[in-house]
């Protein structure tokens, strides 16, 4: 069965300090893989996105995201965190027909 | 330009009623989902339109849950005799329907259903 997991499911983090969150998936088809973010009150963005090329992939505010397909991982990145990246990080990897399939988001708290 | 947009923003209902949910997806993108997001279920897909047709009904939780796409824009989901179970955020999502997968799909803001 197709599905996606994230292990860190509230993490706490002072401004600068490093982010690294958790992404496995369970998939057999043609992997597709995203991360989005939901700033309080506002809409679900994307963060960025992989389906094939460069493993490494950048997206926005400085966020970057690594495909390792050995160990069926995505996971976020970014070097210094900021108060404004307080939100609900979600992986997804997405079918062919773009149905996404989520883990169970992870709060990032950012304390000034 | 315009994104997603859905209506209501809030719906408090009483178990059992009917209750019909509004999607208007961007102009131009024939991809439009239905997800689902709730505290103990996260985020779940629903339905998935083509234009006017859903070849992915797979996430409908129950036959009291139906939807409809009409001129290939609007769509409406509709949760008949509504329980408690299904107080969630209700998201719809449109994208352009031409590279499936690997398309960034844009969101509305949802609608919050409360059943009582």
């Known amino acids: 069965a197709q599905s996606v997991s994230q292990h860190n499911h509230h993490v706490i983090l002072s401004e600068a300090a490093s982010l690294e969150l958790g992404c496995n998936y369970s998939y057999g088809g043609t992997v597709n893989l995203f991360w989005y973010v939901q700033y309080p009150g506002q809409h679900l963005q994307l963060l960025l996105k992989?389906?094939?090329?460069?493993?490494l992939v950048k997206g926005i505010k400085g966020f970057e995201a690594e495909f390792i397909k050995s160990k069926f991982s995505f996971n976020l990145r970014k070097p210094s965190v900021q108060w404004s990246d307080t939100a609900e990080y979600f992986c997804?990897?997405?079918?062919?027909?773009?149905?996404?399939?989520f883990g169970q988001g992870t709060t990032l708290q950012v304390k000034p | 330009g315009a994104g997603v947009s859905q209506s209501p923003s809030n719906k408090v209902t009483e178990k059992g009623k009917d209750v019909e949910l509004r999607c208007d997806p961007i102009s131009g993108h024939t991809a439009l989902y239905w997800y689902r997001q709730s505290l103990g279920q996260g985020l779940e897909f629903l339905i998935y339109?083509?234009?006017?047709?859903?070849?992915?009904k797979s996430g409908l939780p129950s036959d009291r849950f139906s939807a409809e796409r009409t001129g290939g824009s609007v769509s409406t989901l509709t949760i008949q005799r509504t329980q408690q179970e299904d107080s969630a955020v209700y998201l719809c999502?449109?994208?352009?329907?031409?590279?499936?997968?690997?398309?960034?799909?844009?969101f509305g803001p949802g609608t919050r259903l409360l059943v009582l």
């Open positions: 997804a990897v997405a079918s062919n027909t773009g149905k996404l399939i």
């Open positions: 999502a449109s994208s352009l329907g031409k590279a499936g997968g690997q398309e960034t799909q844009y």
């Open positions: 339109f083509q234009g006017n047709s859903a070849p992915d």
């Open positions: 992989y389906f094939s090329g460069d493993p």
